[in-house]
């Protein structure tokens, strides 16, 4: 028995082998070509027909059942299209891997709608506290603005007569205020971006979630 098993063990190894070489067409291996060429006839050889060389051959066992399929022959520029159109699938399928592997970890980050909401209100809380302390230091500026005003007033009729020193705390007060105001911009301008992409997020979300509800449950596992 164990012989027997060694020889059957040893015919699969060929035949599998056999197989990826005719596939591939790079070997003649030795059998019964069998085709059907463009004029319609059926042609047999023990090599590969020439006249099918357009079109897929049967590699067939003495028995007359196919042993193996051996596709067309290729063009240089027709194997070009064809790696050209394997590496493109390739790409697909791993983008496909990679856009699953993302929507697995969206839904162990948000199991639900509340935890979504929450995540929200932090990241906004956190741009509101910012732009909160950028009023209060525009608040500030403008208190120093307010003084310096005060001060620029004895030379309202010729402000080049004020001391360079007062008229260059002026334009640095002024510059600041302006950054202040630029910043506040920007993280109103965040604002809008963490809104949009949590929008984008919920809308994916809300797809996955009643994909995940629909799902049938797995039966539990009865107790011998």
Not at 59 to 79: D, F, H, W, Y
Not at 126 to 152: F, P, W, Y
Not at 189 to 208: A, P
Request: one cysteine or more; glycine letters at 4%; charged letters at 35%.
């Amino acid at each position: 028995m164990p012989d027997l098993m060694r020889w059957l063990t040893a015919c699969m190894l060929c035949n599998i082998g056999v197989g990826a070489l005719a596939q591939d067409g790079q070997v003649p291996v030795s059998g019964v070509y069998s085709c059907v060429d463009a004029r319609g006839r059926k042609l047999t050889s023990d090599r590969p027909i020439a006249e099918c060389a357009d079109r897929e051959q049967k590699l067939l066992n003495p028995s007359g059942t196919v042993r193996a399929k051996v596709g067309p022959t290729l063009t240089a520029q027709e194997r070009a299209a064809q790696e050209e159109r394997d590496k493109r699938e390739a790409q697909g399928r791993a983008q496909q891997a990679e856009e699953k592997r993302r929507e697995r970890a969206l839904l162990v980050r948000y199991p639900s709608k509340e935890t979504h909401d929450r995540e929200r209100a932090g990241a906004l809380a956190q741009i509101g506290s910012v732009i909160q302390a950028a009023n209060k230091r525009i608040d500030d500026l403008q208190k120093e603005r307010s003084k310096l005003d005060g001060e620029m007033e004895f030379y309202k009729k010729d402000p080049s007569k004020a001391p360079s020193l007062l008229r260059q705390q002026f334009e640095d007060l002024s510059q600041s205020m302006a950054a202040q105001k630029r910043f506040i911009d920007e993280q109103e301008n965040e604002i809008r971006r963490v809104n949009m992409r949590f929008d984008e997020e919920l809308v994916r979300l809300k797809q996955l979630w009643a994909a995940q509800h629909a799902a049938p449950a797995t039966p539990a596992r009865k107790t011998p």
